[in-house]
């Protein structure tokens, strides 16, 4: 039984991480920090503590604190240049948030961070948007859990809160072609609730150390593996 804590978790992908926590039985206990209550706290599941606070420079003592320590530490979290106020406030939350609270969880003692990035992620990209979510991972590697878990998805289809008009179309396109034949869609785009149910799966396999050869130290699973890893 594996005690979780989650940041992230009001997110398009970070509510279905939650709701796959709360109803997988290999999960003893939740912990999520955020700034608003998540959707899935309403039924009150018993294995549920959220904290809440618009002070995130509370979060990384919150976790530092929490008894018994998670095993396994996930993130979802993440930002918009839009509600940042440009890039250079998207990178010092998004950046900032990640890794501070990464390592909050790595010297409390946590044993697996997985990491939901996004397709091309790399460090050296001239693209700002993948090059921090390549600085982001690389900062997190180097924090040195036993394990640490990259999920890569593409185009993340399902349906956001907030509105991004071209990201709908986009998503609408994804949708159309994965009716047609999921072979169509699963390599570019993966729908939010399966990569919510991948990234418990592969944090879970990488606490009991059931990982792919290459994959002891840092497994990264993109694309269409995310889906396979969902299904099993």
């Not at 700034?35 to 706290?41: I, N, S």
């Not at 606070?53 to 320590?69: M, N, V, Y």
């Not at 269409?224 to 299904?231: E, L, S």
Request: charged share 20%.
């Amino acid at each position: 039984m594996a005690n979780v804590a989650l940041i992230g978790c009001t997110g398009m992908v970070g509510s279905h991480i939650l709701t796959s926590l709360i109803s997988n039985s290999a999960v003893n206990r939740i912990d999520t920090i955020s700034r608003r209550t998540p959707a899935a706290a309403a039924e009150a599941p018993a294995k549920l503590t959220t904290f809440v606070s618009d002070d995130s420079t509370k979060w990384a003592a919150q976790l530092s604190a929490l008894t018994p320590t998670p095993e396994v530490f996930i993130s979802a979290f993440g930002t918009t240049r839009a509600a940042a106020g440009g890039f250079e406030n998207q990178y010092k939350i998004e950046h900032g948030l990640n890794v501070e609270l990464a390592r909050a969880a790595r010297e409390a003692g946590s044993k697996v961070c997985v990491l939901i990035s996004s397709g091309g992620a790399n460090k050296s990209s001239s693209i700002p948007y993948t090059r921090m979510k390549g600085e982001i991972e690389e900062d997190i590697k180097a924090l040195g859990f036993e394990r640490t878990v990259i999920l890569r998805p593409g185009l993340i289809a399902g349906t956001r809160e907030e509105s991004r008009p071209a990201e709908a179309a986009i998503r609408f396109i994804a949708g159309w072609a994965g009716k047609v034949h999921s072979s169509l869609k699963d390599g570019w785009a993966q729908e939010a609730d399966v990569i919510g149910q991948a990234a418990v799966k592969a944090g879970l396999k990488a606490l009991g150390s059931d990982v792919p050869s290459g994959g002891e130290k840092v497994w990264l699973i993109e694309g269409r593996t995310i889906i396979d890893i969902a299904k099993e």
